[in-house]
């Protein structure tokens, strides 16, 4: 899949391949201090609102350059990270570093109301002090919580017990949006949709791929349009991800998707980018 993926080199098909693979290299050991080496950094995606084509946020995803392996994408070190605990400064470093990038963002336009979104790993949820860290960066970064959505995939909300839905809750309570990421390919236990405090579906990109082709997939396209009358209806934005062609976005424009992401629009990249291309697309 890495090489059909065509050129997008962080991308990675078997994370517990990657992970061994990581361990042969010995990673192992210069994972823990890279954070403070400074080795990670962010690029962002942005996220574009179908109906009218303007950029209204971006998806912060991280990436280690590595002094000798060069740019890893997060699918080679996120399951280490989560292995040996690095994941909870690591994921503060990110959801640091978004924040602050969000209100650059909001002061450079003047505009706004940029957003950005910020993945969240299970272990991270887990942690006790996830809701008043998260509270406190927005306070230092002066963003307001509206403007931070958190991506929690569907498999780690598996059995949705009191333990992850606590903190959800929290979270949702200062104001900060939680997107359900990779909706379709987990457990989709619909029921539990209703107990989440969620604000929006992130499609995976496995359900619009059949839209590149033409003529479009039509099980594809009703799924599709299943999954957003279902969404629409507990008050749910759709956003897509991994769109890749004008075809794909149309169909899901017409299909009633609110947002959409993908190499179509942008791929992931440095964030003054996305800054230039927010205001091409506003005036
Ligand atoms: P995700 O949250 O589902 O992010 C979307 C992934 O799809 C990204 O991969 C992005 O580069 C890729 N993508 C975007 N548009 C397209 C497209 O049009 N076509 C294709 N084929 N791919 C596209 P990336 O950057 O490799 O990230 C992989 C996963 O790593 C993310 O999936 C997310 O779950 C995780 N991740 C990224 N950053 C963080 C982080 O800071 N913390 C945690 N816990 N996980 C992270
Ligand atoms: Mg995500
Ligand atoms: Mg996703
Ligand atoms: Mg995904």
């Not at 809750?169 to 104001?175: F, S, V």
């Amino acid at each position: 899949r890495a090489k059909a993926a065509g050129g997008n080199r962080y991308e990675h098909a078997d994370p517990e391949a990657d992970v061994l693979a990581i361990t042969r290299h010995g990673l192992t050991n210069s994972l823990p201090t890279a954070l403070e080496r400074g080795e990670f950094f962010i690029e962002y995606q942005p996220l574009v609102r179908l109906s009218d084509g303007t950029v209204h946020g971006a998806e912060a995803l991280v990436r280690w350059c590595h002094p000798l392996r060069g740019v890893l994408g997060p699918d080679q070190f996120i399951p280490l990270a989560e292995n040996t605990g690095l994941i909870v400064p690591l994921g503060r470093w990110v959801l640091g570093e978004a924040v602050r990038q969000a209100r650059a963002w909001q002061f450079a336009d003047g505009e706004g109301p940029l957003r950005v979104n910020v993945n969240l790993s299970p272990f991270q949820l887990r942690y006790p002090d996830l809701v008043r860290d998260t509270a406190e960066v927005l306070k230092e970064a002066g963003l307001e919580p509206t403007a931070l959505c958190l991506e929690v995939t569907e498999s780690a909300l598996i059995g949705a017990d009191e333990t992850l839905l606590r903190p959800l809750r929290q979270l949702a309570d200062l104001g900060v949006d939680i997107a359900l990421d990779d909706f379709g390919t987990g457990y989709s236990n619909l029921s539990n949709l209703r107990r989440m405090p969620l604000s929006a579906l992130k499609l995976d990109r496995s359900f619009t791929r059949g839209m590149q082709q033409d003529p479009a997939d039509p099980v594809d396209l009703k799924i599709v349009e299943g999954v957003v009358a279902l969404a629409h209806t507990l008050d749910l934005a759709v956003t897509v991800e991994g769109v890749e062609t004008g075809a794909q976005a149309e169909h899901l424009r017409v299909l009633g998707c609110d947002t959409a992401q993908g190499w179509y629009y942008a791929r992931p990249g440095p964030p003054d980018r996305l800054h230039a291309l927010s205001l091409v697309d506003a005036s």
